[in-house]
């Protein structure tokens, strides 16, 4: 049986700025959180490798995109450095930002490759973050000045544009679970740097529809479905929770315009509520985006909570649910995670009934593997299983497609092997392996895959 998508299909990788160009600080960039946590935090980094490492995108660019049409990407996401292109957040442009970001784009069009641009991964440039980041609303004004800045360079070229990439993200890793600086643990806070970032992208949504630029403007979500243990009430009170903090809070606001109320219910109860005003939730409500990016690595299953918290600590969503271990799960070991390809059709379903059958497309889902190097064999990695992952996702998706769902593309994560937030280069992602010691880059036996799936419109 051969599993097919449609000719217009978008096929290619994401990358993000921080993850991909390289070297801390060059070229008249100015510093970010990650180049100031790679020098301040160093032991938080996997092996202590920094942002200084990656995979150097901004020396490499135009052999990268070349690689790229070696295997019949049509697309590419990747980020622009807020930090690169205005070094202190606020004011003054780097020229040779603005030289580098509109060859890449042009040297993208150029090989046939659509340009997906994100505005911001993670790296808030650190002189806004010395005011506070997001918990400070001058700095919304400020990413709404940069947003209109990318749109005036570049949207003349740019079709597709995203404000954020995983917005629930800086808030609760640098906020809530102490995994991204500033390594704050406080629940309130987290929940005003969430609802801060939400006016940020709605903002910036809007100067977009003022510009009257021809392109789509959206944002990338990621999505961890949430299954429960049982159908008991507990265990499905802990669902219900799990789902309304990580996910139905941000979704709801930017499909919906809307916050849940039961959100709110629950924050007033325990006096978590972030000030939020009533031209806050106006701007929500008036906001509507055309794409959606969903990021999709793993289900989340939850039980009812086995211990009551401890009211003394720090109020966190993990009051409510415990994470389950189903047995037999099938696990990707590497990550600690569960691989679960049906989540992608389950999310795709849940966008079509909820959520208006919005135009989407996968903007994240791929495996990390640790040892990869393991798998070399005659100078090429053998990695099926990434192959086998990447078919099972397809197969549900287009499922999903079949019964209506408005899926517009897939992008693996990601093209390179790339730096990863905390991990560093623990696990590998790539179409490309990248050799550490020689920065030399070579294509894995699914890149290959992927390029015949691309020119196929999919496999069999
Ligand atoms: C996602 C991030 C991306 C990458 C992958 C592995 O959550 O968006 O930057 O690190 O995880």
Not at 133 to 138: A, D, I, Q, R, S
Not at 354 to 374: L, M, R, T
Not at 426 to 451: D, H, I, M, P, Q
């Amino acid at each position: 049986m051969k599993v097919e998508f449609p000719k217009t299909f978008f096929w290619g990788a994401a990358s993000s700025a921080t993850q991909a160009e390289g070297r801390l600080v060059d070229d008249g960039k100015g510093e970010n959180i990650w180049d100031y946590a790679s020098k301040e935090y160093n032991h938080r980094f996997y092996d202590g490798v920094t942002t200084e490492n990656t995979s150097l995108f901004y020396r490499d660019y135009q052999q990268d995109i070349q690689k790229m049409q070696d295997i019949s990407f049509n697309s590419f996401r990747t980020s622009l450095s807020w930090s690169r292109l205005i070094p202190n957040g606020t004011g003054e442009v780097n020229p040779k930002a603005v030289k580098f970001y509109n060859h890449m784009i042009d040297e993208l069009i150029a090989k046939g490759v659509e340009p997906f641009i994100n505005l911001y991964h993670f790296d808030m440039p650190m002189a806004l973050q010395e005011k506070g980041g997001f918990e400070n609303k001058e700095v919304i004004q400020a990413y709404k000045q940069y947003a209109e800045t990318c749109f005036e360079l570049f949207g003349d070229r740019v079709n597709y544009w995203f404000t954020f990439n995983e917005p629930m993200i800086p808030a609760e890793a640098g906020y809530l679970h102490d995994r991204h600086y500033p390594y704050v643990v406080d629940f309130k806070r987290a929940a005003m740097v969430l609802h801060n970032i939400i006016l940020a992208h709605c903002e910036a949504v809007n100067v977009y529809r003022e510009m009257k630029l021809a392109g789509k403007i959206g944002i990338i979500m990621d999505v961890i479905p949430v299954y429960p243990r049982s159908q008991n009430p507990a265990d499905l009170y802990a669902a219900e929770m799990a789902d309304l903090f990580y996910t139905k809070s941000v979704n709801d606001a930017i499909l919906k315009g809307q916050y849940p109320a039961r959100l709110k219910e629950v924050l007033e109860e325990y006096d978590q509520l972030p000030e939020v005003t009533e031209a806050d939730l106006a701007l929500i409500s008036a906001t509507s985006i055309d794409l959606l990016g969903i990021n999709y690595y793993r289900p989340r299953r939850v039980k009812a909570k086995e211990c009551l918290p401890n009211p003394d600590g720090v109020f966190s969503p993990e009051w409510f649910f415990d994470e389950y271990v189903m047995p037999g799960r099938r696990m990707n070991t590497s990550r600690g995670i569960e691989i679960y390809p049906k989540g992608i059709y389950d999310i795709a379903k849940k966008i079509q009934t909820e959520y208006g059958n919005i135009d989407w497309f996968v903007s994240e889902n791929g495996i990390g593997i640790e040892g990869e190097e393991a798998f070399i064999e005659e100078g090429m990695v053998q990695d099926d299983y990434r192959i086998d992952f990447l078919k099972e996702h397809l197969t549900y998706l287009n499922q999903a497609m079949k019964e209506g769902s408005n899926c517009l593309g897939y992008h693996m994560w990601t093209f390179v092997d790339c730096w990863s937030w905390g991990n560093a280069y623990k696990n590998r992602y790539g179409f490309y392996r990248l050799n550490l010691a020689t920065g030399e880059k070579s294509v894995k036996k699914s890149g290959v895959w992927f390029k015949e799936t691309i020119e196929n419109n999919g496999f069999d």
